[in-house]
């Protein structure tokens, strides 16, 4: 179920915009939907024919998923199992501070090297309808102002399912347009669609080197753009939309932590509207990748933030809750001191 046809079957149940606008806003809330009443003329007015089809659309929208398990992390993050109509799994995080993480896809075709999600390849589409569940599911334990499309999947290859979620959620769904933060390796056509839409979303961009090489390899199937085009194309965004772009990048131990990476940054992006967030590898003992030492990061940030690149070391939001997605270990960001 999409979006569009939520909208089309409180259309054919003879709701109006207006009616329609306030069960689908009880929906988003986490709440049962608001059945109204019968009177006319006042301002819970749902008429006869809405109301009695109401418990057939709710018992649908409940059915989208549902939670599997929750894992409470130290940090005030949890990670939410939730389970798909058709068994599919995928994880939301409740972030610190009212945030969320959304997956978009189950599994992805990107296939970073360092991501668990890679490596299964894309198995199917999150459709919008599902990715607002998400966040109605996550609201039933707690308030969620802001919403990063970061969980499993790349939000780029399922374009019209995110920007539908993307525009409801800065509608009716309350959330401030800069606290929706679309996550993408880059794709020409996130930078030709977003600025055309009504709800302009943050943007979060994988950088992860300065390397056109490097980048290939960490990042199979991502589009071949060079990080030069993506940060002209970040940068246009930022200038259009008055936020600032955050660019991300796991930082891999003897892999991307280098100084000469270290001046590529600053080539890249000293005076551009953005802010860099490292984010160190959430490794375990046998992993192939690492993460660097903590004296080194801290060097890292001092040198870029003192030649004026603004940046900041996050941390995977719930590391002590073992999970099975590595771009959940990777992207569901909390800011840590430096
Ligand atoms: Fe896909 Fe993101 Fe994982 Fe890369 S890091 S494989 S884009 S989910």
């Known amino acids: 179920m999409r979006i569009p046809d939520i909208h089309q079957r409180l259309a054919d149940l003879g709701a109006k915009p207006a009616h329609a606008g306030r069960v689908v806003r ?17 301002e819970n007015f749902l008429p006869l024919s809405v109301r009695d089809g109401l418990p057939a ?15 409470p992390g130290n940090d005030g993050s949890a990670r939410l199992l939730v ?22 896809q189950v599994g992805c075709a990107v296939g970073c090297l360092f991501c668990m999600t890679g490596k299964s390849g894309l198995l199917r589409q999150v459709g919008s309808a ?8 996550a609201r039933r334990f707690r308030p969620v102002k802001k ?3 970061m969980g499993m999947g790349e939000p780029a290859h399922n374009l019209e399912n995110v920007v539908e979620a993307i525009d409801l959620l800065g509608t009716d769904g309350g959330i401030g347009h800069k606290n929706l933060v679309f996550s993408t390796v880059g794709d020409l056509r996130v930078f030709e669609r977003l600025p055309r839409e009504r709800v302009k979303p943050a943007l979060a ?12 390899r960490l990042l199979p199937k991502a589009p071949r753009i060079t990080p030069d085009e993506l940060v002209d194309l970040g940068e246009r965004y930022a200038r259009d939309i008055g936020y600032p772009i955050q660019y991300q ?8 932590d280098s100084p000469d990476e270290m001046d590529g940054i600053l080539r890249l992006l000293k005076g551009k509207y953005a802010v860099l967030n490292l984010i160190p590898y959430n490794s375990l003992d046998e992993d192939e990748y690492q993460r660097p030492d903590g004296e080194r990061i801290v060097q890292m940030v001092r040198y870029l933030h003192s030649r004026g690149v603004l940046t900041k070391v996050r941390n995977s939001a ?3 809750v073992e999970g099975g997605c590595g771009q959940l270990r990777a992207r569901a960001l909390e800011p840590i001191a430096t």
């Open 147 to 149: 919403v990063v499309f």
């Open 130 to 137: 599902e990715i607002v569940a998400q966040v109605a599911l």
């Open 26 to 42: 009880a929906w988003l809330q986490g709440k049962p939907l608001d059945t109204g009443t019968r009177h006319q003329h006042t």
């Open 205 to 216: 961009l994988s950088l992860h080197t300065t390397r056109a090489d490097l980048r290939e």
């Open 249 to 256: 990048w796991t930082l891999l131990k003897g892999i991307n």
């Open 57 to 71: 659309l709710s018992a649908e929208l409940d059915g989208l998923l549902r939670l599997s398990a929750e894992h």
């Open 318 to 320: 719930g590391q002590d």
């Open 83 to 104: 389970k798909l109509r058709d068994g599919q799994m995928v994880e939301s995080v409740l972030l610190p501070r009212d945030g969320l993480c959304v997956s978009t």
